[in-house]
């Protein structure tokens, strides 16, 4: 009786040392990207626009979808430069941009052609407000 005890008190040691001995090796991990998938730093700010719809109300309206990055620095409250075929417009994007971060906001502006749309930071400065 003491050695089936002993016996079996050692299988089970045995058992349980090789089961971890086999959860400690290290597994091989496939690591698949996309080109797409990558995202490059965010070191300057940056406007672009993301998506143009048209408008359902008026025959020339489009709405605009526009990503800012702040890169860097913080930005507070951009002023934004909307052209197109038949407008151009000043907007701001309201609101505090952290760095390395981006924020969309949509705008509407008047265009025959949604290709000839583009956007580009404002040649104003403002100063961040003080408190």
């Excluded at 290290?26 to 940056?46: G, M």
Aim: include cysteine; aromatic fraction near 8%.
């Amino acid at each position: 009786m003491r050695i089936a005890g002993i016996t079996l008190a050692s299988f089970l040691l045995m058992s349980l040392f090789t089961m971890t001995m086999v959860e400690a090796k290290p597994q091989k991990l496939a690591i698949k990207k996309d080109i797409k998938d990558l995202k490059v730093p965010l070191d300057s700010k940056s406007v672009k626009i993301t998506k143009i719809y048209k408008s359902r109300t008026l025959h020339v309206g489009h709405i605009v979808e526009i990503q800012v990055c702040a890169g860097m620095e913080k930005l507070y409250s951009p002023d934004l430069e909307l052209y197109s075929d038949r407008d151009s417009i000043q907007v701001t994007m309201w609101g505090l941009i952290i760095p390395k971060t981006c924020k969309t906001g949509e705008f509407f502006i008047a265009a025959n052609d949604p290709d000839s749309i583009s956007a580009r930071f404002s040649n104003q400065n403002y100063r961040e407000p003080t408190k």
